[in-house]
């Protein structure tokens, strides 16, 4: 896959939300939360369909979008290449790191520990 920019990112998370959607639909809705203009926003689209990160289906004079990268599987791939960037591939820094600058609420917690518990159940 290759590399998505913040950008782009924007006009995928709008079409995870929503989609499939035509160009002035994303324009519609970009303008109003990121304030991008329909230039920018028709030039993402074409840039994420390039990367084949989006499709589209033509129908009469009008396209349609649709994401081809699920959102599950960009998050995976792009928090473990961070985690493999900034900690070398160990989890612990990062999660020490929002500890200690008190950034775990209980329910944090109580979701890690649910994660862990689960994952130990898997391994026996």
Known sequence: MKEISN????????LWQHSPLTSSEVVDALEKSHDMHEKMVKTLL???????AVSFEKQGRVYHY????????????????????????K?????AGFAQKNKLSAEDVAELQTLLDDWQKEQK
């Open 91 to 95: 989890l612990t820094p990062l999660v």
């Open 66 to 89: 649709s994401p081809l990268i699920a959102e599950q599987d960009y998050t995976v791939k792009e928090s473990l290449s961070f985690v493999d960037r900034m900690f070398a591939g």
């Open 46 to 52: 074409n840039r994420l369909v390039k990367k084949q």
């Open 7 to 14: 950008s782009e990112l924007v006009v995928l998370q709008q």
